[in-house]
Nanobody
Framework: VQLQASGGGLVQAGGSLRLSCAAS????????MGWYRQAPGKERELVAL???????NYQDSVKGRFTISRDNDKNTVYLQMNSLKPEDTAGYYC????????????????WGQGTLVTVSS
């Protein structure tokens, strides 16, 4: 499966962005999907995941601010980000996994190219 992320940009603290990740080349609905982020000099970390059945899980720092969703008819996963903070600044990557509800980076087989989110204070 090929993944194409979009929607990043520059936003002021407190603002919102919605990231999209369009999938092609395979049956989207069989994959669990995750959004990861990586800030300069830091490890890539899981922000949110959504299972094939729609179960979601979030990193503690984004709970209540970010929402992950998927539209299997459009082969797309979204990350709605509200109340953005400067510490949310990072490259955001979508990823697909055949492992059920995985939080492990090495269990995500397919990765998008990333989209940059910059939050100014």
């Amino acid at each position: 499966v090929q993944l194409q992320a979009s929607g990043g940009g520059l936003v002021q603290a407190g603002g919102s962005l919605r990231l999209s990740c369009a999938a092609s080349g395979s049956i989207f609905s069989v994959y669990d999907m995750g959004w990861y982020r990586q800030a300069p000099g830091k490890e890539r970390e899981l922000v949110a995941l959504i299972s094939k059945s729609g179960e979601t899980n979030y990193q503690d720092s984004v709970k209540g601010r970010f929402t992950i969703s998927r539209d299997n008819d459009k082969n797309t996963v979204y990350l709605q980000m509200n109340s953005l903070k400067p510490e949310d600044t990072a490259g955001y990557y979508c990823a697909a996994s055949t492992v059920n509800y995985s939080r492990l980076k090495n269990e995500y087989d397919y990765w998008g190219q990333g989209t940059l989110v910059t939050v100014s204070s």
